[in-house]
């Protein structure tokens, strides 16, 4: 089995900074992908941010220049580094991971519990 389990989230006033993290255990070979998403109340979720094995990142538009994504592939552990936050930023955030068990698994896609970010004005 594989978990992910997230830390950081919190209560923090516009402007401020939070970081994420998220660690994968369990039974993993290797990881391709691994991102954030983020869930607001009313709406979809939708990517925040993500990175591949070998370091490229994508963002949301909407965070481009505020957020930092890396990752940390000796502990298995991906980071959101949140600065200049808004109130628009308030969601639970959740980490996703693309992950391969074993030499001849299948890759699946694993998902943390979600973490809230609350971001007041």
């Known amino acids: 089995q594989v978990h992910l389990v997230e830390s950081g989230g919190g209560l923090v006033q516009a402007g401020g900074s939070l970081r994420l993290s998220c660690a994968a255990s369990?039974?993993?070979?290797?990881?391709?992908?691994m991102g954030w998403y983020r869930q607001a109340p009313g709406k979809q979720r939708e990517l925040v941010a993500a990175i591949t094995s070998g370091g490229s990142t994508n963002y949301a538009d909407s965070v481009k220049g505020r957020f930092t994504i890396s990752r940390d592939n000796t502990k298995n552990t991906v980071y959101l580094q949140m600065n200049s936050l808004k109130p628009e930023d308030t969601a639970v955030y959740y980490c996703n991971a693309g992950i391969q068990a074993g030499p001849v698994a299948p890759g699946a896609d694993y998902w943390g519990q979600g973490t809230q970010v609350t971001v007041s004005s």
């Open positions: 369990g039974s993993i070979f290797s990881i391709a992908s």
